[in-house]
């Protein structure tokens, strides 16, 4: 085990890098120039704060809890992973809650804890092909989470006009500083208290078929 790798897996060395990667993305996202594009005036949700649960994809994780509105109580679900914890660090210095789990370890803890969050009236913050893939494919979890607390799914998407990708399993996007950016957050998306598999599969779908036609969208106002 490397220097570096068995350092990012101790509690200080987590907290550390976890330091550094919130300070670089807060410095490349004050840096661009951004544009918020609004559909309708229910996609926009700065004005209210009503329990929701916000989703991007894994890719879109270096500047996605930036975008994230501050006004309201959000709770970002995470892997426990080394990796995890140290965006988990990042995010509780954006005031954000974190719920540690994921499909391969804690689920159903976090799954529990998330409901609960909601049922408070807060937030929650989710990636739907995360941890580990595969690429935007929408998971169970963020619809059963949805159809059990009767709360809408956001969909939210940015894109910069000069970005980065790294080779990893979710292409992930690095944007660049100073650049022109575009976000915007999806129609709300509601999910009834009992579907079937096949009902389950087309929810799944139309997440997807959102979070694309988002993406276009805002790539369309950059070019």
């Not at 690429?135 to 059963?144: A, N, Q």
């Not at 998407?157 to 996007?173: L, M, P, Q």
């Not at 993406?215 to 070019?223: F, H």
Request: with cysteine; hydrophobic share 40%.
């Amino acid at each position: 085990m490397s220097v570096i790798k068995y350092f990012s897996k101790t509690k200080f060395g987590q907290k550390f890098i976890g330091f550094v990667f919130y300070s670089l993305t807060s410095f490349v996202h004050r840096s661009i120039r951004w544009k918020y594009l609004i559909e309708s005036e229910k996609s926009n949700i700065f004005n209210n704060n009503q329990k929701m649960i916000f989703c991007c994809w894994h890719n879109r994780l270096f500047l996605g809890p930036h975008i994230l509105p501050r006004n309201r109580k959000i709770n970002a679900l995470q892997s426990s992973h080394s990796d995890g914890m140290i965006t988990s660090t990042a995010f509780k210095f954006l005031g954000m809650n974190v719920i540690l789990g994921s499909s391969n370890r804690g689920g159903m803890q976090a799954f529990r804890q998330m409901v609960k969050c909601i049922q408070l009236g807060e937030s929650v913050a989710i990636t739907p092909d995360g941890p580990k893939g595969p690429k935007e494919k929408v998971k169970d979890g963020i619809i059963k989470l949805a159809q059990i607390t009767n709360s809408p799914i956001i969909p939210l998407v940015w894109s910069t006009k000069k970005f980065k990708i790294i080779n990893s399993w979710d292409n992930f996007v690095i944007p660049m500083p100073f650049s022109k950016g575009v976000y915007s957050f999806g129609k709300p998306i509601y999910i009834k208290k009992k579907i079937n598999e096949n009902e389950l599969a087309m929810c799944k779908q139309k997440l997807e078929l959102e979070l694309k036609r988002l993406t276009k969208l805002v790539n369309q106002e950059l070019s």
